[in-house]
Nanobody, 115 residues
């Protein structure tokens, strides 16, 4: 089993930036796809960005041009750089890693954007 822990969330003003990190309890040397998702109370979890093992990136329309997903190392496999943040980006952000054999979620980190 692998535990994922997100960090980097917080409270920032609109227009600001945050960088989210996802740390793994064991090294992850291969994966199928990694991603970031977000969720607000009473709403479904939604995809923010994904990256495949080949490096193909996919973004939600609402974050294109503002967010960048990137790969890290085996213990910190994925990051999310968030720029030009808007109040509607407020949510709990989760990292997800699919390793072909298993699928892992973190516990989430709160991102709050003030107007």
């Amino acid at each position: 089993q692998v535990q994922l822990v997100e960090s980097g969330g917080g409270l920032v003003q609109a227009g600001g930036s945050l960088r989210l990190s996802c740390a793994a309890s064991r090294s992850i040397f291969s994966f199928n796809i990694m991603g970031w998702y977000r969720q607000n109370p009473g709403k479904q979890r939604e995809l923010v960005a994904t990256i495949t093992t080949r490096g193909t990136r996919n973004y939600a329309d609402s974050v294109k041009g503002r967010f960048t997903i990137s790969r890290g190392n085996a213990k910190n496999p994925v990051y999310l750089q968030m720029n030009s943040l808007k109040p509607e980006d407020t949510a709990v952000y989760y990292c997800n890693i699919d390793t072909y054999r298993d699928n892992y979620w973190g516990q989430g980190t709160q991102v709050t954007i003030s107007s």
